[in-house]
C-alpha cells in the first residue's frame, strides 16, 4: 500500500503539467475595427438613455409598445420548431462536453468472475514439471508426490479496477476546454436562432399589417374609382369628356380591381408563414391576430455614441469567438498527442477457490502498474492532425474576422437605413396631410355648389394612394428599427441560467483542484 501511496503522489505532482495551446489573441483586423459607427441618427443624451434602457431590457421588442406583437413573440418563442431544434443541438453538445471532460477523471470498474478450469496435467506448465504423461523427464530426480492426471479447479474473484492518464501535457485539459467552447458556441447558435425566430415574427406580422391595410385601401380605391369610371362614361355619352380619357378611368379601375385578389393572396401567404413561425397550421392564427392591425411606429431617436464594443452582445459574434477558442484548445490537445503517455493501472479485490471464501480478509490480492508510451511512428498520423487542428484554428480565426465584420456593416447600414426610412416617413405624413386637406377643400366646394364632385372623388383617390404608400413607409420604418436591433444582437441578455458560464465557471474551480501548480503558474 505505500508502494501505492507513493505512485500517487508522484501522479499528483506529474499532473501540474503543460498546455501546448497557443496563447489567447485578437486578430489584428478586428483590433483595428473603428471605435464608434460613423451612421449617427440623433445626438441626445435622453435618447442615448432611451435606448439604453431598451438594450438592458431582455424584452427589446416591448419597444414598439404592441401587445399583439408581444403576444405573437411570445407564442413563436413558446412553441417555434426552429427554437426547439436549436435547444436540442445545445443539448448534444453539452453532452459532448461531458464526454470530453471525463478523461480528467480516473475510471473505476466493479468485476466478479467465477472460473472453472478442467485441464490435463500432461501440457503447459504442469508437463514441464510432471513430464510426458505426468512422468519425470530422464536424469531428474523423482517428485516427492504424484501427478494427478488432470488438474480440475474454480476460482472465484471479485475485483475494483483503477486506470488513470496522468494529463502531463494538458491533452485531455485542452480537450474540455474546447468541448466547452462548443458549448459556448452552440449556446450562441441558439441565442443567435431565437434573436432570428424573433426578428422573423415581428417582420411578418408587419407585413401582415401593411396587406390588411393595403386590402382596405384597395377596396376603397375600387369603389371611388368605379364610382369615378360610371360617371366618366355618363359624361362621354354626353360628349363632354373624350375616348382617351374614358379608356384612363376604365383601365385604371380594371387595373386596381385585378390587383386586390393578388393582395388578398399575399395576405393569406404572408398568414401561412406566421402560423408556421408560432407553431400552428395556417389558417389558425386570425384570433391571435385580431381585427385590427398596423404597423407598430417607433420614432425614439438612436443615440450617436454607440460603440463598436457592443458587436460583442451579437451571438453571432460569440459563438464565431468560441469556435475559434475551441479550435486554439484543439492544436494544444494535438500537440499532446506527440508526448508519452502516462498511466496507471490498478487492480484491488478478493480471490477464493470457494465461494464461502470469498470474502475473507486475507484473501485479497493487488495488482499496480505504472507505464509510459511514447509514439515512435505512425506514418505521419499525429503530425497530419497536429496540421488539421492548425488549419482548422486558421479557418476559424477567418470565420471570426468575417463575422465582426459582417456585424460592423450591418450595423453601420441598418442606422443609415433607419435615418433614410424616419425621413420618408416623415415626408410621407406631411403629403398625407396635404391629401386630406385637399379632400376636406373639395368637399366643402361641392356642398357649396361652386366645386366638382369628380374633383372630390379624385382627391379622395388621390388620398388612398398616398395612405397606401404611408402604410409601406410604415412597415419600412418599423423593419429598419427592427434592423437596428437585429443588427446589434437585439438588446440580448444572457439568461439568468446561463449553462454555457455555468460549465465554464465549474471547469475553472475543477481545474483549480486539480492543477494547483499551474494555476500559479498563470499558465
Same mark, same amino acid.
Given at each position: 500500500m505505500r508502494k501505492l501511496t507513493a505512485v500517487l503522489a508522484s501522479a499528483a505532482l506529474l499532473a501540474a503539467g503543460c498546455s501546448f495551446a497557443p496563447d489567447v489573441r485578437e486578430p489584428t483586423t478586428v483590433l483595428h475595427l473603428p471605435a464608434e459607427y460613423a451612421a449617427a441618427p440623433v445626438d441626445s443624451a435622453a435618447a442615448a438613455d432611451s435606448v439604453r434602457e431598451v438594450r438592458e431590457a431582455e424584452r427589446w421588442w416591448t419597444v414598439y409598445n404592441d401587445p399583439v406583437l408581444e403576444a405573437l413573440v411570445d407564442t413563436a418563442l413558446a412553441a417555434n420548431l426552429d427554437l426547439r431544434e436549436a435547444v436540442a443541438r445545445v443539448e448534444e453538445v453539452r453532452q459532448r462536453y461531458r464526454i470530453a471532460r471525463a478523461d480528467l477523471y480516473p475510471s473505476l470498474g466493479l468485476s466478479a468472475d467465477v472460473t472453472y478450469q478442467d485441464a490435463p496435467t500432461n501440457?503447459?506448465?504442469?508437463?514441464?514439471?510432471?513430464?510426458?504423461?505426468?512422468?519425470?523427464?530422464?536424469?531428474?530426480?523423482?517428485?516427492?508426490?504424484?501427478?494427478?492426471?488432470?488438474?480440475?479447479?474454480?476460482?472465484?474473484?471479485?475485483?475494483?479496477?483503477?486506470?488513470?492518464?496522468?494529463?502531463?501535457?494538458?491533452?485531455?485539459?485542452?480537450?474540455?476546454?474546447?468541448?466547452?467552447?462548443?458549448?459556448?458556441?452552440?449556446?450562441?447558435?441558439?441565442?443567435?436562432?431565437?434573436?432570428?425566430?424573433?426578428?422573423?415574427?415581428?417582420?411578418?406580422?408587419?407585413?401582415?399589417?401593411?396587406?390588411?391595410?393595403?386590402?382596405?385601401?384597395?377596396?376603397?380605391?375600387v369603389d371611388l374609382l368605379g364610382e369615378r369610371a360610371e360617371l366618366t362614361n355618363q359624361r362621354y355619352y354626353r360628349g363632354l369628356v373624350t375616348t382617351f380619357e374614358l379608356y384612363t378611368f376604365q383601365s385604371l379601375f380594371r387595373n386596381t380591381e385585378a390587383a386586390l385578389p393578388v393582395i388578398e393572396s399575399q395576405l393569406e401567404e404572408a398568414k401561412g408563414r406566421l402560423a408556421i413561425l408560432l407553431g400552428r397550421y395556417a389558417g389558425s392564427i386570425d384570433v391571435l391576430l385580431g381585427e385590427d392591425t398596423a404597423p407598430a411606429i417607433v420614432l425614439d431617436a438612436v443615440p450617436a455614441d454607440l460603440t463598436t464594443a457592443l458587436l460583442e452582445e451579437r451571438p453571432d459574434v460569440w459563438s464565431a469567438w468560441?469556435?475559434?477558442?475551441?479550435?486554439?484548445?484543439?492544436? /494544444?490537445?494535438?500537440?499532446?498527442? @506527440?508526448?508519452?503517455?502516462? #498511466? %496507471?493501472? *490498478?487492480?484491488? +479485490?478478493?480471490?477464493?477457490?470457494?465461494?464461502?471464501?470469498?470474502?475473507?480478509?486475507?484473501?485479497?490480492?493487488?495488482?499496480?502498474? /505504472?507505464?509510459?508510451?511514447?509514439? @515512435?511512428?505512425?506514418?505521419? #498520423? %499525429?503530425? *497530419?492532425?497536429? +496540421?488539421?487542428?492548425?488549419?482548422q484554428f486558421q479557418a476559424q480565426a477567418a470565420a471570426y474576422v468575417r463575422t465582426v465584420l459582417t456585424a460592423f456593416k450591418e450595423v453601420q447600414v441598418s442606422l443609415v437605413n433607419l435615418e433614410k426610412q424616419t425621413e420618408r416617413y416623415e415626408s410621407l405624413l406631411r403629403q398625407q396631410a396635404s391629401a386630406d386637406g385637399s379632400v376636406d377643400f373639395q368637399l366643402r366646394s361641392f356642398q357649396r355648389?361652386?366645386?366638382?364632385?369628380?374633383?372630390?372623388?379624385?382627391?379622395?383617390?388621390?388620398?388612398?394612394?398616398?395612405?397606401?404608400?404611408?402604410?409601406?413607409?410604415?412597415?419600412?420604418?418599423?423593419?429598419?428599427?427592427?434592423?437596428?436591433?437585429?443588427?446589434?444582437?437585439?438588446?440580448?441578455?444572457?439568461?439568468?441560467?446561463?449553462?454555457?458560464?455555468?460549465?465554464?465557471?465549474?471547469?475553472?474551480?475543477?481545474?483549480?483542484?486539480?492543477?494547483?501548480?499551474?494555476?500559479?503558474?498563470?499558465?
Open positions: 501440457t503447459g506448465f504442469a508437463g514441464e514439471i510432471g513430464g510426458e504423461d505426468g512422468e519425470a523427464p530422464p536424469d531428474e530426480p523423482v517428485p516427492s508426490f504424484a501427478f494427478p492426471d488432470r488438474f480440475k479447479y474454480d476460482t472465484y474473484t471479485a475485483a475494483i479496477g483503477f486506470s488513470y492518464e496522468i494529463d502531463f501535457w494538458g491533452r485531455f485539459r485542452n480537450n474540455t476546454k474546447a468541448a466547452i467552447s462548443d458549448f459556448l458556441a452552440s449556446e450562441g447558435d441558439y441565442q443567435t436562432a431565437r434573436l432570428a425566430v424573433i426578428s422573423a415574427t415581428i417582420s411578418t406580422y408587419l407585413e401582415v399589417a401593411e396587406l390588411r391595410r393595403r386590402v382596405e385601401l384597395t377596396r376603397l380605391s468560441q469556435r475559434m477558442e475551441a479550435a486554439r484548445y484543439r492544436i /494544444g490537445a494535438r500537440k499532446g498527442d @506527440l508526448y508519452p503517455q502516462i #498511466r %496507471l493501472d *490498478a487492480t484491488v +479485490g478478493l480471490q477464493s477457490g470457494t465461494f464461502n471464501d470469498l470474502f475473507r480478509v486475507d484473501q485479497y490480492f493487488l495488482n499496480l502498474v /505504472g507505464g509510459l508510451v511514447q509514439p @515512435l511512428f505512425q506514418g505521419g #498520423r %499525429l503530425r *497530419a492532425n497536429l +496540421g488539421v487542428a492548425e488549419a355648389g361652386v366645386g366638382d364632385y369628380l374633383a372630390y372623388l379624385d382627391a379622395r383617390q388621390n388620398l388612398a394612394s398616398t395612405e397606401t404608400n404611408l402604410a409601406g413607409a410604415e412597415r419600412s420604418l418599423a423593419e429598419a428599427r427592427l434592423g437596428v436591433h437585429r443588427a446589434l444582437g437585439g438588446a440580448w441578455v444572457p439568461d439568468d441560467e446561463d449553462l454555457g458560464r455555468t460549465l465554464e465557471q465549474e471547469y475553472e474551480t475543477m481545474d483549480q483542484m486539480m492543477f494547483p501548480a499551474e494555476q500559479e503558474a498563470g499558465r
